[in-house]
């Protein structure tokens, strides 16, 4: 009779082959902001920092379409202001 430990099975989430099914925690041992969706393509916010960093990257999109609407530099604020947070949850998910 194998034991637990012979099998690999810890009854802690194990597939029985070595490794996690699923992990929620990232390489450096605290779980990313960012994660991917249940449904669909892309990423979403999974904890209270990733949902701040949403919501301020919004208010940065709103204010900034606000200062610079009506100039030639409208476009690349904006697309700058986005640009940042789709840095962040990259930089998040390593």
Not at 6 to 27: A, E, H, I, K, M
Not at 37 to 50: A, E, F, L, S, V
Not at 61 to 77: L, N, Q, R, S
Request: hydrophobic fraction near 45%.
């Amino acid at each position: 009779m194998r034991t637990d430990q012979q099998s690999g099975n810890t009854g802690s989430g194990n597939s029985g082959f070595g490794g996690p099914l699923r992990s929620d925690r990232g390489f450096n041992g605290r779980r990313p902001w960012f994660g991917p969706k249940r449904i669909g393509w892309g990423y979403r916010p999974q904890t209270w920092q990733g949902w701040l960093v949403t919501a301020l990257s919004a208010v940065a999109v709103v204010v900034a379409g606000t200062v610079a609407k009506g100039t030639p530099w409208f476009f690349a604020v904006v697309i700058a202001a986005v640009a940042v947070h789709l840095v962040i949850i990259v930089v998040q998910r390593r």
